[in-house]
């Protein structure tokens, strides 16, 4: 079992950042794909960037390309995704998962490879 849990979520203005974190916990995670993925209200959830735990390569939707950077610091099992230029449609609860089922980041777009979740946490850009 892999524990998850998020922080650094809140309000922000467009054109700001925000530093999200995921800590983890529990079974040995050297393998693992963990992802970031963000849901708003009546979408889908949907594919932000992926880290392997191993060597810290990286993968990103195109929502995130060019703006968005993730992270992992091993000493503190936590993963960071670092947003800048956020815009109002980034607006979504954004959750990490982790997986053991995949070691590219490339394969680690689609939720269902992903068997730990954490509980979300919310970012909110204003206009």
């Not at 670092?82 to 609860?93: I, Y």
Request: glycine share 12%; with cysteine.
């Amino acid at each position: 079992q892999v524990q998850l849990e998020e922080s650094g979520g809140g309000l922000v203005q467009a054109g700001g950042s925000l530093r999200l974190s995921c800590v983890a916990s529990g079974r040995t995670f050297s393998s693992i794909l963990m992802g970031w993925f963000r849901q708003a209200p009546g979408k889908e959830r949907e594919f932000v960037a992926v880290i392997a735990w191993r060597d810290g390569s990286t993968y990103y939707g195109d929502s995130a390309k060019g703006r968005f950077t993730l992270s992992r610091d091993n000493a503190k099992n936590t993963a960071y995704l670092q947003m800048s230029s956020l815009k109002p449609e980034d607006t979504a609860v954004y959750y990490c998962a982790a997986t053991h089922r995949l070691s590219r980041p490339d394969r680690g777009w689609a939720p269902g490879w992903y068997d730990y979740w954490g509980q979300g946490t919310q970012v909110t850009v204003s206009s």
